[in-house]
């Protein structure tokens, strides 16, 4: 009795049921599994479907539910698939493809039908992802673009909602509305979406990576099938794409996008809350990392905008040009309206209520151009409350190379910001400001670990100081007579560049403290500015003292003369420092007569 009635033939339900618990093992049951065996209930899945597999085959005929009118070989290839699918999750890519390629030559060259169309698009969508995964980038986008093709193939054709692939085993009960069918499958076709947008991003094609990523994002909105902390910190990163473009409309509506879909995800919650229980403290930690990296994404947004402002508004010497200042806001009133018509026809995210939220996120920065202070100023206001957002997360315990870029982002806002100041004392301020911010930081810091980021900072305090000192002299320069205060703030501003060059200087040479005979070409420019401004800054050093100033008359033409030499020898240079090297030229043949007037003046004396 008990041989016949294990060769019984199965009924439908039976069948359904065991692929139901095959998914559940899949889809649930791995969640669950000890880290020492990660792929138990994969496993098991994967023995469900080869008993179903088996089931299917043995059967002369089997019963199919008329909840999906599918062939019994469309169930069969739809079990093979999940068998596929199954090994490459199990890591067992080679066993994965074969599956899954039988699966697709099976049923690829059927004319594009309701009962196949999912089935033959996720089967493409899975070898294209187990490409990509081999790094075989170009394989995967045959098998993504064939996915794309088949989609708008049969979109066109036939158009009719499909079966889901869930439905092959179901009974008639169970069945999905045309509206549900519609949305799973539209689901897979935006999953083909989202990796070609990062296939094409491999194969560095950013401008069509760009567009299909921006689909991508429209399409997860519109059916409604994503996670807001993966949407949201995919928008921000699109954004970055737009920004190098210069296409700030467009990069702040993704930003904006971002903030108002982040917040569906729920409050941060407290420190408090999060003791409670181990998922909430994980649940906190992503939310603020993700918080923080949107706000490290709109820094940078503020940040080019004001950069580019500047490129736009700047002389041959790095000023303010009035003139195009006014040319500049009297052609912006002709543009705006025409601008704001073009481009957001294409940007919109989401449904009427989404837009209308992501509008008034928009609203709170400009994306045009400042084009004096307070337009420059209401932009650096929104970056630097982004600044101490960012800080909150990226804190210089556990995220030194993080922490330090926010810092250096927070630097180049003030001193992009003190470009459209007028008065040079507050300019100072600013410049003041980033020292105060950087200087604790390089002085705690390990070269030894930390060598790079380093000379970073150096070289940046370095150009601060010199900034300021470049300003008290132009401040200086409208008195009548320069006082002892402000003489000893530029020689104190001064002292301070040329230590922190040196110290970046210093850091070149090898174990021997000898300065390298041919640089790296990562360092060369660095490196060669440095001796340049050392020069330059030993010459604007004030004293009385005439023995002094022959000194650093020596000194500063000890640098010129570096610069000279180096640059005959290494002609490979000449092109990264053109403009500084003929004013050391010219340098080199001026100071010798210099110090020669200054000598006879000193023995006259």
Request: include cysteine; glycine fraction near 2%; charged fraction near 30%.
């Amino acid at each position: 009795m008990a041989a016949t009635e294990e060769r019984r033939p199965k009924t439908w339900q039976e069948l359904c049921d065991k692929y139901q618990r095959s998914l559940t093992l899949t889809e649930l049951g791995s969640k669950r599994d000890p880290e020492n065996e990660p792929y138990r209930s994969r496993y098991r899945a994967r023995e469900l479907l080869e008993q179903l597999r088996a089931e299917l085959t043995e059967e002369e005929e089997v019963d199919i539910s008329p909840a999906t009118g599918c062939s019994l070989a469309l169930t069969r290839a739809l079990v093979e698939f999940q068998l596929g699918v199954n090994l490459t999750e199990t890591e067992e890519l080679s066993a994965g493809e074969e599956h899954l390629q039988r699966v697709l030559n099976s049923i690829q060259y059927l004319p594009p039908a309701p009962e196949s169309i999912s089935l033959t698009l996720q089967c493409q969508n899975k070898l294209g992802i187990l490409w990509a995964e081999r790094g075989e980038i170009k394989t995967a986008l045959i098998y993504l673009e064939a996915a794309e093709s088949l989609y708008n193939r049969y979109m066109k054709e036939v158009g009719k909602p499909p079966f889901d692939l869930n439905e092959y085993f179901m009974v008639e009960e169970e069945k999905l509305t045309d509206q549900e069918r519609s949305r799973r499958f539209e689901g897979v076709y935006t999953h083909t979406l989202y990796y070609l947008a990062q296939v094409y991003q491999h194969l560095e094609m950013n401008e069509k990576a760009a567009q299909y990523c921006h689909t991508t994002l429209q399409r997860q909105l519109q059916y409604s099938g994503y996670d807001p902390l993966e949407w949201a910190i995919n928008a921000a990163m699109l954004s970055q794409y737009y920004l190098s473009k210069q296409w700030y409309m467009e990069a702040r509506h993704c930003l904006a996008a971002a903030n108002v879909v982040f917040n569906q995800a729920g409050q941060i919650p407290s420190a408090e809350a999060a003791k409670e229980s181990e998922s909430e403290q994980e649940r906190l930690v992503l939310l603020q990392q993700r918080q923080a990296e949107i706000a490290r994404c709109w820094i940078k947004y503020c940040l080019n905008l004001l950069q580019d402002a500047r490129k736009m508004l700047e002389d041959n010497i790095g000023e303010l040009d009035t003139d195009r200042q006014e040319d500049l806001k009297a052609q912006r009133l002709k543009d705006e309206d025409e601008k704001e018509k073009g481009r957001k026809k294409a940007v919109l995210f989401g449904s009427s209520d989404l837009s209308d939220s992501i509008l008034a996120t928009e609203e709170k920065v400009t994306s045009n151009y400042p084009l004096d202070f307070e337009e420059a100023r209401e932009i650096f206001l929104v970056a630097q409350n982004c600044v101490q957002e960012a800080k909150e997360y990226f804190q210089l315990d556990g995220h030194v190379t993080d922490h330090i870029e926010v810092l250096q982002d927070h630097s180049a806002l003030f001193k992009v910001l003190a470009f459209f100041e007028e008065d040079y004392e507050r300019r100072c301020k600013m410049h003041k400001r980033r020292v105060d911010m950087l200087e604790p930081i390089v002085k705690e810091l390990s070269p030894q670990y930390y060598l790079l980021i380093c000379r970073q900072l150096q070289f940046e305090l370095a150009g601060t100081y010199y900034e300021m000192m470049d300003l008290k002299v132009a401040i200086g320069n409208k008195l009548e007579e320069l006082d002892s205060h402000t003489i000893k703030k530029i020689n104190t501003l001064a002292q301070c560049a040329i230590k922190y060059y040196e110290i970046f200087l210093d850091s070149l040479k090898d174990m021997e403290k000898k300065f390298p005979e041919k640089l790296d070409e990562d360092v060369l420019r660095p490196a060669m500015v440095a001796k340049f401004h050392i020069a330059r800054l030993y010459g604007k050093l004030i004293t009385s003292d005439g023995k002094k100033q022959l000194e650093n008359m020596q000194t500063s033409l000890e640098y010129y003369t570096f610069l000279v030499e180096y640059c005959k020898k290494h002609e490979d240079a000449i092109k990264a420092v053109e403009t500084e090297l003929e004013l050391s030229k010219e340098m080199v043949e001026l100071l010798p007569t210099k110090m020669e007037r200054l000598r006879m003046k000193l023995s006259l004396a």
